[in-house]
């Protein structure tokens, strides 16, 4: 038997922050696939208008989504800050 309320949020989402990483699937969006330097793959959500080709290599800001739009394979992010890397 438990021994109680849970004393924290048991579906608290840590917000991923700053990752880089390579677009894997790109366009116009909304949405977009990023796999980090680590192998993990976000599906992006950006209402942005941004237009990024696959292979893209970024460095990108995301927080956990609270929108349900599936953007694919992923954990679901919504994409605030882009930066290109050379």
Not at 41 to 66: N, Q
Request: hydrophobic residues 35%.
């Amino acid at each position: 038997m438990p021994s109680g309320i849970a004393k924290t949020p048991t579906d608290k989402i840590a917000s991923p922050g700053w990752t880089e990483g390579w677009i894997v699937r790109g366009g116009t969006g909304p949405c977009y696939g990023l796999l980090d330097m680590d192998g993990k793959p976000f599906a992006m959500y950006s209402d942005e208008g941004l237009t990024l080709a696959k292979g893209d290599h970024v460095r990108v800001r995301v927080v956990p989504s609270r929108l349900r739009i599936d953007c694919g394979e992923g954990e679901p992010v919504r994409l605030e800050v882009l930066e290109h890397v050379s």
